[in-house]
């Protein structure tokens, strides 16, 4: 199976691209389960919801497929855990440095930001966006960075994936 993640901070795309890819694949998409978790909690958390939304979205990950597109990896929630409470659990560092995908799309927060009720911070997504970068670069994860408008990323993944030989 190929595993292609789609990462980023807040309001960048991931949803839309994530969606549009997998339909051009003929793939099996992962939704983000950190959104439904939240949607039935109202939006609060606490640090221990992390490790279930991170259980949640491992198991979406066990779908049936030649190849899967994933709304969101674990750089996200790893991420979120070290901003929001200034550090992540042990199940988080785990299975965060050893999720497999054969490429990540690192997507820019170049579009304007929408609100969501479960969104939390627009003014800070370029400051979240070096830290993905940040993260990815620190386990040489391969990632293409992904900007400008949704054709454009569209297009541009598509590109990368064939040069990588992953389509």
């Known amino acids: 199976m190929i595993r292609i993640a789609i990462t980023g901070p807040e309001s960048c795309g991931k949803t839309t691209l994530a969606m549009d890819l997998s339909k051009h694949l003929n793939a099996t998409y992962a939704a983000e389960y950190a959104r439904e978790y939240l949607e039935t909690r ?3 958390y606490s640090f ?3 490790d279930n939304i991170l259980l949640g979205q491992l198991n979406l990950w066990k779908m049936n497929g030649d190849i899967l597109v994933a709304d969101t990896e674990l750089t996200v929630i790893k991420i979120w855990a070290d901003d929001k409470f200034g550090s992540s659990s042990s199940l988080i560092d785990q299975h965060y440095k050893s999720q497999h995908f054969d490429h990540y799309f690192l997507c820019s927060p170049d579009i304007p930001w929408q609100p969501d009720p479960l969104r939390e911070d ?3 997504r370029i400051t979240l966006f070096e830290c993905y970068e940040k993260e990815l670069r620190a386990l040489n994860r391969q990632y293409t960075i992904l900007q400008g408008s949704k054709e454009e990323r569209i297009k541009k993944s598509i590109e990368q994936l064939q ?3 992953l389509i």
């Open 42 to 44: 109202e939006g609060r």
């Open 122 to 124: 627009p003014n800070r």
């Open 163 to 165: 040069k990588l030989k």
């Open 48 to 50: 221990s919801d992390l």
